[in-house]
């Protein structure tokens, strides 16, 4: 992955996430960013975009984009997003994205871009690095502050990023006069975090070169299993919760806590052996995945309802971030 964005933004009653169509769901996507989704469209107003343009930020296929855009709307539709309570828009047919990323790199310092840890770490090693790469936490920056987020809940990975944000919009309304709200971090107190079956010390991701340890949305239930009999387990054999030393079990814990809305600790004094512990993970995460899977593969024989949900999203998205452009072209000297 090399375009992490944030991606969970909300005021009191807002929540914003993006998804990059960089590869296929996982179970830490589901866990980690659409269940919140889902539970929090009911609680207040909840926008997911599929951030298509973060995409390009590293060498890509472009029908494969394409097509992983339409699917990770098709599987958020199958999860539970509702498009009467939620926003869902796909980040490139809403322009005010990419034109108010281009009025913030107008305040923002080469130097300041060039300093991001995860630019230095993704652009290592690579013969080619895309500009897009160094501006990408940029765009980021555009992405909250278009829909007026105020607090972004981030994790550790993503700190310096917001941390721009904040620079240059405080900056551009120095500048210019009061234009947008200023973002502020927010650190879940309790942040899922899926790690890899097969490296419990890595956290699941759509590109990791570890498929293995992977538990993608759409596997089949012999795959999903095949994978969590396989996960990587610490040496003793008693089932304890335990992150610190025994991260392979206190994952799988954790990952069963989640289907079954649960604790880890109390979940752990249920199994005596690993196998056992294994076998339920396995059963939980399949059942969970079932009814996924069964509404994903009725909306793909309807590929136009997907692509209506997303051209209704966009058109409403629109309708609300030209607001934000208007306002930062006006400030900043351009004729409106
Ligand atoms: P990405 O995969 O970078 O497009 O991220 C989409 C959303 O999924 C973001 O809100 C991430 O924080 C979340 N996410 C990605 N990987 C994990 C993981 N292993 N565990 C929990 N949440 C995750």
């Known amino acids: 992955m090399t375009a992490t964005i944030p991606t969970t933004a909300t005021t009191a009653t807002r929540r914003l996430t993006g998804f990059k169509p960089t590869g296929n769901l996982h179970l830490g996507n589901l866990l980690g960013a659409i269940q919140p989704i889902i539970t929090g469209q009911y609680r207040g107003e909840t926008i997911a975009f599929l951030a298509d343009l973060h995409a390009l930020t590293v060498t890509h296929d472009p029908a494969r984009v394409r097509e992983l855009t339409l699917e ?28 108010l990323h281009y009025l913030l790199e107008c305040a923002t310092g080469y130097g300041e871009a060039h300093r991001m840890i995860q630019f230095k770490e993704k652009s290592a090693g690579q013969q080619q690095v895309r500009l897009s790469l160094l501006t990408y936490p940029v765009l980021m920056a555009a992405d909250i502050l278009l829909h007026d987020a105020r607090e972004v809940p981030v994790g550790d990975d993503q700190s310096q990023h917001l941390e721009l944000a904040r620079d240059v919009a405080t900056r551009f309304n120095a500048r210019y006069g009061q234009t ?22 890595a956290k699941m991701g759509k590109t990791s070169s570890l498929d293995t340890g992977t538990i993608f949305v759409l596997d089949p239930p012999e795959v999903i299993r095949r994978k969590v009999l396989r996960a990587v387990t610490d040496s003793g054999s008693t089932v304890e919760y335990d992150p610190e030393h025994r991260p ?27 196998g056992q512990l294994k076998q339920a993970v396995a059963e939980a995460v399949t059942a969970l995945l079932h009814p996924i899977q069964v509404r994903h593969a009725e909306l793909t024989r309807d590929p136009g309802y997907v692509r209506r949900v997303l051209a209704d999203g966009a058109e409403r998205a629109r309708h609300s971030a030209a607001d934000t452009v208007h306002r930062a072209k006006r400030a900043i000297g351009l004729l409106t």
């Open 72 to 99: 990770q709307a098709t599987i958020l539709l199958a999860a539970g997003l509702d498009p009467d309570r939620s926003l869902l828009y796909v980040q490139s047919q809403v322009s005010e994205h990419a034109e």
């Open 180 to 201: 947008f709200t200023v973002p502020r971090a927010v650190h879940p107190e309790v942040a899922t975090r899926v790690m890899n079956l097969a490296d419990p010390t």
């Open 248 to 274: 392979g079990v206190a994952n799988l814990l954790e990952i069963l806590a989640a289907c079954v809305d649960g604790k880890p600790t109390e979940l752990a004094a249920d199994y005596t052996s690993y």
